[in-house]
Nanobody, 123 residues
Framework: QVQLVESGGGLVQAGGSLRLSCAAS????????MGWFRQAPGKEREFVAA???????YYADSVKGRFTISRDNPKNTVYLQMNSLKPEETAVYYC?????????????????WGQGTQVTVSS
């Protein structure tokens, strides 16, 4: 069982930056593909970014060039650097883990989830 704890959310003005962190309890953290998702009120959970153990990265088109996902395997931590944030990106951001062999953007394929961290972008 992988336990995930996100941190780093908060209130930021449009155009600002935030860095989210997700700490995992699992010693075999490096074996998992790690993903970030977000969910705004009244909307479905949507894929943001994912990273493999080999550091292959994949982003949603809406965040390419502004968000960067990274991971530190010895620290069992994955990060999401978010720049040039927009008000419509206000949401709860979730960290997730999967044992899939390749990156998947389907949240149903991620069995492990953190509790989420609120990101609010003011206009």
């Amino acid at each position: 069982q992988v336990q995930l704890v996100e941190s780093g959310g908060g209130l930021v003005q449009a155009g600002g930056s935030l860095r989210l962190s997700c700490a995992a309890s699992e010693r075999t953290f490096s074996n998992y593909i790690m993903g970030w998702f977000r969910q705004a009120p009244g909307k479905e959970r949507e894929f943001v970014a994912a990273i493999t153990s080999g550091l292959t990265k994949y982003y949603a088109d809406s965040v390419k060039g502004r968000f960067t996902i990274s991971r530190d395997n010895p620290k069992n931590t994955v990060y999401l650097q978010m720049n040039s944030l927009k008000p419509e990106e206000t949401a709860v951001y979730y960290c997730a883990a999967t044992g899939y062999a390749t990156i998947t953007t389907d949240h149903g394929n991620y069995p492990y989830w953190g509790q989420g961290t609120q990101v609010t972008v003011s206009s």
